[in-house]
Every structure is written in structure tokens, then in C-alpha cells.
């Protein structure tokens, strides 16, 4: 289990300050405008690194990043996940996630919409900051670097799920600055290209174990490929991918069954992880994730809410014999590895997702069920490994189709371990069969991870695979939640067909 470290430390103390930072009572340098130019020595002690805590603490571990607003909008959307949970619970959470029954008032949309631009407005506050400092230190660089990854991570997230969406990229100070009409969806892009651009630049590619969790410049250049897949600008995304592997940080070293145990937490793997610690007596820095999504049964198999479930098609999409299945699907009324447990027959589900399976000895140590102490994984490097093999494929030519099979054998190497005779490497040329087999792979190397929905989306086939569960073009984008518009005063308009 792991053990509480000088960053968690700081994180509970500072917990105290985002609350007072984001309810405006403490008249500190961030109610100040600035006078001028400052310098670093003109900053309250620790400040500026104290804002950059304040999003590690308060910003990614809000419930709309880490939790079922985040789950339900990434994940539960996919063709092989559904809502789950108990018949008659969250009815209207099924109809949304399951059979795209959008509407424009729902809490987890409205949740996930507001996490999202509190992380951007906890950025704001780091990068206005470092602004003002005229002669600024590689730390204050660095913390800069912070503050850009996530805001290139919200807006992200917020222009892959609502397209178009306001554009916020200063310190707000009132909220009637907060009031902004919605920018193209190039001028969101513009912006993350940016962020990430300088983020690559200065982050470290590593921190020492006192600061294990913080992000670093493998992460923003994983994030930036992801950029621009979603964009179809392979050669890019390639160099972006191929850089994080030339790193020589990650590797794919982690058998897939430890992957996703706690034991195996910011290993090789670990590009992008949120960190989270929970005990008897330190509960401040948990996050909700595995609970969220845990076996929805009774007494010691009260692990959660039971929502985003793997389904059948999950459960079929694997090549037979891969090990792959048992470590994605978690089996009502079987023993499961790796701990032994019987998982109860008769619970609403047949499935679970393994890969928020938590240790029972943690359980017990810590006295609760909920798999608070639980990271979650955001970015890892199978992902990685896989979004080169993906543009290296669509670029095309011998060399890099060559290349496209050597990273997609990677990964299929790692699943099949010392068992030769499943998951046999793929050696087509074709470009057209290598595009099925990689997406494949997608689908069961990074199944219940939250990749599945908007990769459909980017590749253009939502619209066939989802069609049966009610999908329509349109759905590609969530309605923007309607408080927030009337909040506008109609500034904000809502999404096409809304």
C-alpha cells in the first residue's frame, strides 16, 4: 500500500486553502491586481506552488474529473460499457449514457461541464500569477508548465464532449467575466496546441519520488498525440508518441495483470495518473473513481455504486484465449483472480470492471470498501505505444507500415506473456486490415479505460456502431448544460438539434 509522502502532506494542508482561495475570503495576491512588475520575492512563500497543489488537490480529484460525471461521459457512452448498477437505479442516467436520450439539464453533464472549468480557472490562477513575476525561476517556469497541462486537459476534454464551448483563458476575478460566448472549435484547439507546446517545453521528464504523481513532459506530449488523433494529423501525432517512447522513462515491462492493482501505481506504465490516498486516519486526498464504479452488492461486497459496467460486446470482443478478458472483466458468482474472492451470484450484473478491482487487504486496512486509497489512471503507455501505431499506419508507405506492425506486436506481445499460442502477431501490409487490427486492439488493450466512445467518434463509425442503441450524428456532442446558459443570460447558446 502506499505510503503518505511529503506531496500528500502538503495536499491536506492545502486542501484548506482552495476552499478559501475559491470562496474570494482570503485578500492575498489573488485578489490583488497587480502593481506593476513583481518578483518572485514579492509572492507570499510557497504561493505559487501552493496554486499549483490547489489543482492536484482541488482541481483533478473534483468529482468531475476523477469521478462519475468524468465516467459517464468518457466511458458509459461506448458500445461495449453500459450504465449498470441495479435495475430502476439512475433510470435516467441509462436513458442519457446508454441510449443517447440527451437532455439538457442532467446533473452529471452539469457536473462534469463545471469540474472541468473549475480545473481551467485553478490554471488561470497559476498562469496570471507567474505573469506578474517579471524574472521568473525554472521552478516558477515549471509551475507554469503545470498549470498548462491541465488547462490543455480540461479544454480537452470540454471541446471533444460539447464542441464549441467558452473560451477562458485569464484569471477571473469577477463572475461576470466568467460570461463568455462560445469560440470555434479551431480557437479551442489553437489554444491546447499552445498550452501543450509550452508544457513539452518545460516540464521535467521525471520527479523525484517526494513529488510522484505531478505531471511531466512525457505526459503533455501523450496528451498532445491525443490531440491530434482526434485532429487526423498522424505525422504529428506520431512524432508526439514516438518522442514519449524514445524517452527510455516508460516501458511496457508491467505484466497486464498488475497493471491495474494498487501495488503496481506510478509504475513503468504510468504516463498520466491522479493520485489518491486514503487511511483510518488520513481521509482528505481520496478520490471517488473505483467506488463509483465497484461491485454493487452487500457487506464486504459493498464496493461501490456499480455504475459503468462491461457488456457482452466487451466480453465477445476478445480473440480467444487472451489474457486480456479476465483482467478487464471482473465475473459475478466466480472465483476471481488475483486475490481468490468469490464475487456473490445473483448481483444485477454479470460483469465488473477488474480495473478498479481493489486489494481486500487495503480494504480491511483501511476500514472501508469504496477503494478511496485507488489512483486513477488516465494515460498509460500501452496508449501510447498504440496512438503510434495508429498514425504510423495511416501515413502509410512500407517504412511506416513496418513501423505500425513493430509497435502493434508490442503491445500484443506484452497481453500474450509466455503463452505462444494465443494472440499471434499480426503481419498484414494492407493499410485498410492493419486499421481494423490496430482499432481492435484499442478496444481490448485499453477496454473500460475511457477511450472507447470518442475514439468511434474520431474514426467516423459512430454513427453505424452506436446506431442500434439510438445514436445519432448529433450525439457526438453533449447539449451544453442549461443552467449554465441561463446563467449567461443567453450569452452562452446552446448546441445544434438541442
Known amino acids: 500500500m502506499k505510503k503518505l509522502n511529503n506531496i500528500y502532506s502538503k495536499l491536506a494542508v492545502l486542501l484548506i486553502m482552495v476552499i478559501v482561495v475559491a470562496s ?29 497543489f490547489a489543482i492536484y488537490g482541488g482541481g483533478i ?49 452539469n457536473s462534469y461541464w463545471t469540474g472541468q472549468y473549475n480545473l481551467i480557472n485553478l490554471s488561470n490562477n497559476v498562469i496570471s500569477a507567474a505573469d506578474s513575476i517579471a524574472e521568473k525561476t525554472p521552478t516558477t517556469l515549471i509551475n507554469v508548465g503545470e498549470a498548462k497541462f491541465f488547462r490543455a486537459f480540461a479544454y480537452f476534454n470540454l471541446v471533444r464532449s460539447f464542441g464549441e464551448v467558452p473560451k477562458i483563458d485569464f484569471r477571473i476575478t469577477d463572475p461576470s467575466q466568467a460570461i463568455v460566448a462560445k469560440s470555434p472549435i479551431a480557437d479551442i484547439y489553437q489554444l491546447i496546441d499552445e498550452d501543450l507546446a509550452e508544457a513539452v517545453a518545460i516540464l521535467p521528464p521525471s520527479w523525484s519520488s ?8 512525457g505526459a503533455a506530449l501523450a496528451l498532445q498525440a491525443k490531440t491530434f488523433l482526434a485532429r487526423s494529423m498522424w505525422s504529428r501525432a506520431l512524432a508526439s508518441s514516438e518522442a514519449v517512447m524514445m524517452s527510455g522513462i516508460y516501458d511496457l515491462s508491467t505484466p497486464y495483470n498488475q497493471i491495474f492493482r494498487e501495488s503496481q501505481e506510478n509504475g513503468k506504465e504510468s504516463v498520466f495518473e491522479i493520485q ?11 478520490i471517488t473513481y473505483a467506488s463509483r464504479q465497484g461491485v454493487r452488492g452487500s457487506g464486504d461486497w459493498n464496493l461501490g455504486w456499480g455504475w459503468n459496467v462491461p457488456n457482452q460486446k466487451m466480453a465477445d470482443a476478445f480473440e480467444a484465449g487472451d489474457p486480456r478478458k ?10 476471481n483472480s488475483p486475490y481468490g474472492e468469490f464475487v456473490p451470484a445473483g448481483l444485477p450484473r454479470p460483469y465488473w470492471s477488474k ?16 477503494g478511496e486509497w485507488f489512483n486513477m489512471r488516465v494515460i498509460r503507455y500501452g496508449d501510447v505505444v498504440l496512438m503510434a501505431a495508429e498514425a504510423a499506419n495511416e501515413l502509410g508507405g512500407t517504412a511506416n507500415i513496418e513501423k505500425s506492425l513493430e509497435y502493434l506486436e508490442m503491445v500484443r506481445a506484452r497481453a500474450r506473456g509466455s503463452n505462444a499460442s494465443v494472440l499471434p502477431e499480426v503481419t498484414t501490409t494492407d493499410q485498410t486490415a492493419l486499421r481494423q487490427a490496430i482499432r481492435h486492439e484499442r478496444q481490448v488493450e485499453l477496454g473500460m479505460e475511457n477511450e472507447r466512445f470518442f475514439d468511434l467518434v474520431r474514426w467516423g463509425i459512430a454513427d453505424d456502431v452506436l446506431a442500434s442503441a439510438g445514436y445519432q450524428h448529433k450525439n457526438r456532442f453533449l447539449p451544453i448544460p442549461q443552467p449554465e446558459i441561463d446563467k449567461s443570460g443567453g450569452v452562452l447558446i446552446q448546441n445544434p438539434d438541442y
Open 210 to 217: 517526494q513529488f510522484v504523481g505531478r505531471v511531466t513532459k
Open 276 to 286: 489518491a490516498f486514503y487511511s483510518q486516519s488520513n481521509k482528505t486526498v481520496g
Open 326 to 335: 479476465d483482467e478487464t472483466l471482473l465475473y459475478t458468482g466466480q472465483t
Open 355 to 370: 480495473k478498479v478491482y481493489t486489494d481486500p487487504d487495503i480494504r480491511r486496512s483501511t476500514g472501508s470498501t469504496q
Open 24 to 52: 474570494g475570503c482570503k485578500k492575498d495576491f489573488l485578489d490583488r491586481k497587480p502593481l506593476g512588475q513583481l518578483t518572485e520575492e514579492d509572492l507570499d512563500p510557497g504561493s505559487l506552488e501552493g496554486q499549483v
Open 61 to 109: 480529484r473534483n468529482e468531475g474529473i476523477s469521478g462519475l460525471p468524468y465516467i459517464a461521459v468518457h466511458n458509459m457512452r461506448a458500445d461495449d460499457a453500459d450504465k449498470g448498477s441495479a435495475p430502476g437505479d439512475g433510470e435516467d442516467a441509462a436513458n442519457i449514457f446508454d441510449k443517447f436520450q440527451y437532455v439538457k439539464d442532467f446533473w452529471l453533464i
